[in-house]
């Protein structure tokens, strides 16, 4: 027993917010998924940031130090990438509406790269044995 209440309520759009109903779906969707792009990014910092004390670990000559070298620039790259990444999220999320297209070429560079610096770690890792 507790009393049920119902009221009948309005909602109405924020007359502030000038963008169509469409184009705040299109904006919501695309933050949503920056944000999986963020985590994405993320996960890959961390499996770069595991692999770089492998590498400090080998002994000292020029294939290793070519090793070591390249996971600190994956490192580097990853941590570049990711600050870019959420800085591009802030941008959009500052703006209710369509990103622009430097923004969407932007992002589309950023996956791209998301992917390289995967790739990279992974020949690096087959390296590492």
């Known amino acids: ?11 109405a759009e924020d007359p502030r917010i000038r963008a169509t109903s469409a184009e705040r779906r299109t904006w919501t ?3 949503l998924s920056l944000n999986e792009l963020i ?3 993320g996960s890959l910092m961390q499996e770069i940031t595991d692999t770089v004390p492998l590498t400090e670990a080998l002994r000292d000559n020029r294939r290793n130090r070519e090793l070591k070298d ?4 994956l490192q ?3 941590r570049e990438l990711a600050s870019r990444i959420r800085r591009l999220a802030g941008e959009i999320s500052g703006w209710t509406g369509l990103a622009t297209t430097d923004q969407l070429n932007e992002e589309r560079y950023y996956r791209t790269m998301v992917d390289t610096l995967r790739q990279r770690l992974a ?3 087959d390296r590492l044995g």
């Open 70 to 73: 390249e996971a600190i620039e």
């Open 123 to 125: 020949d690096l890792n």
């Open 39 to 41: 985590r994405e990014s």
């Open 1 to 11: 027993g507790g009393a049920v209440s119902e009221q009948i309520i309005e909602v």
């Open 29 to 31: 969707e695309k933050l």
């Open 76 to 78: 580097r790259m990853g």
